[in-house]
């Protein structure tokens, strides 16, 4: 089974900046596209930003849009997500998903990480 984990996650005030990682257990993360999703407490989660296989396409959800940015690192097999200017309504759990599935869709991931707590203070 593929394990997936993140790190990276802490404490920050508003308009500050926090970079979470990516990795998996075995096979290299340039084998899988690559998404991120976050949970807020009482909320159901959400599609945050996602990585295509070539790491020469990105998504983003309209809220991170021009603030937080995916990337990937071959040589250190991870994958990044860079967040900037960040507000208090990013608070969350934010959990790495990946998918080694050709045909699967943006939205569709087989091995997710347990999440990692990002909390963002006004």
């Known amino acids: 089974q593929v394990q997936v984990a993140e790190s990276g996650g802490g404490s920050v005030q508003a308009g500050g900046s926090l970079t979470l990682s990516c990795a998996t257990s075995?096979?290299?993360?340039?084998?899988?596209?690559v998404g991120w999703f976050r949970q807020a407490p009482g909320k159901e989660r959400e599609f945050v930003a996602a990585?295509?296989?070539?790491?020469?396409?990105?998504y983003y959800a309209d809220s991170v849009k021009g603030r937080f940015t995916v990337s990937r690192d071959n040589a250190k097999n991870t994958v990044l997500l860079q967040m900037n200017s960040l507000k208090p309504e990013d608070t969350a759990v934010y959990y790495c998903?990946?998918?080694?599935?050709?045909?699967?869709?943006?939205?569709?991931?087989?091995?997710w990480g347990q999440g990692t707590q990002v909390i963002v203070s006004s």
């Open positions: 998903a990946a998918s080694d599935d050709p045909t699967a869709g943006l939205y569709e991931y087989e091995y």
């Open positions: 075995e096979r290299p993360l340039s084998s899988f596209a």
């Open positions: 990585t295509s296989w070539s790491g020469l396409s990105s």
